[in-house]
């Protein structure tokens, strides 16, 4: 079931989307709290290249939840509808990392908690998102990246249709040389 809902009233939000087992809505007050949790734990960051302070968690809440706000893509909050739980987030950014070929771009990404892993979750909102992106809002073209290491990232990617683009792989900018994380697959519609 892919549902989509132009106006939100419960999460005040122009937008949410759906799937059997995923809502992906605005962000609430009470995603911050397990917003930081997931943000320290540093197996739920292990393809990052590193933590995130609970400061550093609290400002890109805020950012993530008002960019949101103002836009048709975003990250999504993503929360198990059976539980009711916050879950992480899933979506569409917009993308411009200087000295990488193929931005400006939208991204489709995500980042789950590791109790939510290896349960379809992330392919399945991440198909919801993709369908909405490509045949909603009319992006011509999507990207996914992330590290070489990131195997389940890239099953996932893999999963929902996108294509490996070789030519496009790049060491990312923003991460110092000898990080684990530093050099990026790249993926895209």
Request: net charge negative; with cysteine; aromatic share 12%.
């Amino acid at each position: 079931m892919i549902d989509v809902a132009f106006f939100d009233e419960e999460y005040n939000l122009a937008l949410a989307l759906e799937s059997d087992r995923v809502l992906l809505r605005g962000w609430l007050e009470s995603d911050l709290e397990p917003w930081i949790n997931l943000n320290l734990d540093p197996i739920n960051l292990r393809y990052f290249p590193r933590t995130y302070s609970a400061e550093e968690s609290q400002e890109s809440f805020t950012r993530i939840a008002e960019r949101l706000e103002e836009n048709p893509t975003g990250l999504w909050a993503a929360e198990e509808k059976s539980s009711g739980e916050f879950m992480g987030f899933v979506g569409i950014a917009h993308q411009a990392i200087d000295g990488v070929s193929f931005m400006p771009c939208y991204e489709i990404g995500w980042r789950l908690d590791k109790k939510y892993w290896g349960k379809g979750y992330a392919t399945e909102a991440a198909t919801v998102v993709l369908k909405y992106g490509l045949e909603e809002i009319g992006i011509p073209q999507i990207y996914s990246y992330t590290a070489v290491g990131n195997l389940p990232s890239i099953k996932v990617m893999r999963k929902i249709g996108l294509r490996e683009r070789p030519e496009l792989a790049f060491e990312h900018p923003k991460i110092e040389v000898g990080n684990p994380t530093k050099s990026h697959v790249v993926f895209s519609t």
